[in-house]
């Protein structure tokens, strides 16, 4: 559902819809609603905490995700020798590189979700404000797009430019837009003939200027949604990329590297994929409660 802020009648209407009090704002009683969502709100912690031990925890640990310690190799997790969660084949603490590991993942999940927030919500809602065969021929370049497996398309830009991490977040970035335009142009589709888009019309702004101060203003919601929804797929994409090896590359470290060099280690050394894939589960499922919260809160009837 979408809810225009532009003229006054429009917004009481919505209010009787959502069947919020009055006087209360749509944001805050949207707040109201996820605070209210138990699984919501712990998995709001959760993740809050995650990022914080990720972000600080590095600075406070005795040992650096990529210097070995020569003393304890392959060491299982021992309180005593100070690897709280062992070591690598290398001597490397994996706690530290869990943590390192995870902030990595983190910045490529933010950044590449930016990417494709800017590129989908600017592409979608042209689309769907000019419609006709500027809209068919935009959403047809889009399900061409769609046709060609997006994994493949990030391991040729590895492949054709190189392996590093800016071009991971680009890469990634750089075909998660299309849903998002998606969703963004049914979105536009369905508001731009109401009345405050009609008399923006009749004041002669320009489709432009319509679009950025009438029409994004009120796709605030859905895209808040889908970005929190896409963060968790987009960590997942990045996993599977460094699990084949297209991913971070050494010395940097991510939970997909992680992950891939635990699985090759599993028998010996069960802990290199323990922590990093409990990492990983917590962030996931915390991503997607936070999601879910923010749908029912935003548009409580789809439910």
């Known amino acids: 559902m979408i809810f225009?802020?532009?003229?006054?009648?429009?917004?009481?209407?919505?209010?009787?819809?959502?069947?919020?009090?009055?006087?209360?704002?749509?944001?805050?009683?949207?707040?109201?609603?996820l605070m209210r969502n138990k699984a919501a709100v712990v998995s709001m912690v959760v993740l809050a905490a995650i990022v914080l031990i990720a972000l600080?925890?590095?600075?406070a640990l005795p040992y650096n995700y990529e210097d070995p310690?020569?003393?304890?190799?392959?060491?299982?997790?021992?309180?005593?020798?100070?690897?709280?969660?062992?070591?690598d084949q290398n001597g490397r603490?994996?706690?530290?590189?869990?943590?390192?590991?995870?902030?990595?993942s983190l910045l490529v999940a933010v950044i590449a979700t930016l990417v494709?927030?800017?590129i989908g919500v600017?592409?979608?809602?042209?689309?769907?404000?000019?419609?006709?065969r500027i809209d068919s021929v935009m959403m047809r370049f889009v399900d061409i797009m769609y046709a060609l497996p997006y994994i493949l398309f990030v391991i040729l830009l590895m492949v054709v430019f190189g392996r590093n991490v800016i071009l991971l977040f680009i890469g990634i970035g750089a075909v998660e837009w299309l849903t998002m335009a998606r969703i963004v142009r049914g979105q536009t589709l369905s508001i731009k003939h109401r009345e405050f888009i009609e008399?923006?019309?009749?004041?002669?702004q320009k489709p432009l200027r319509i679009i950025r101060r009438h029409v994004l203003p009120n796709l605030t919601g859905p895209v808040i949604i889908y970005a929190t929804l896409t963060?968790?797929?987009?960590?997942?994409t990045e996993s599977f990329l460094s699990y084949l090896g297209f991913g971070v590359q050494e010395p940097l470290t991510s939970l997909g590297t992680l992950i891939s060099d635990g699985a090759n280690a599993l028998e010996i050394m069960p802990w290199l994929l323990l922590f990093p894939a409990a990492f990983l589960v917590a962030m996931l499922l915390s991503l997607s409660f936070i999601g879910d919260g923010l749908r029912d809160a935003f548009d409580p009837k789809d439910r």
């Open 4 to 33: 225009p802020f532009t003229r006054r009648h429009e917004i009481v209407a919505a209010l009787a819809n959502t069947d919020a009090p009055p006087g209360r704002s749509l944001t805050n009683d949207a707040l109201r609603r």
């Open 56 to 59: 600080l925890g590095p600075y």
């Open 69 to 87: 310690d020569w003393a304890a190799f392959r060491a299982p997790p021992s309180i005593e020798t100070g690897h709280y969660f062992g070591t």
């Open 93 to 104: 603490d994996m706690l530290a590189r869990t943590l390192y590991g995870t902030r990595v």
């Open 116 to 118: 494709s927030i800017i």
């Open 122 to 132: 600017a592409y979608g809602s042209i689309s769907g404000y000019f419609g006709g």
């Open 199 to 204: 008399a923006a019309r009749a004041s002669g």
């Open 231 to 236: 963060v968790p797929e987009i960590i997942i």
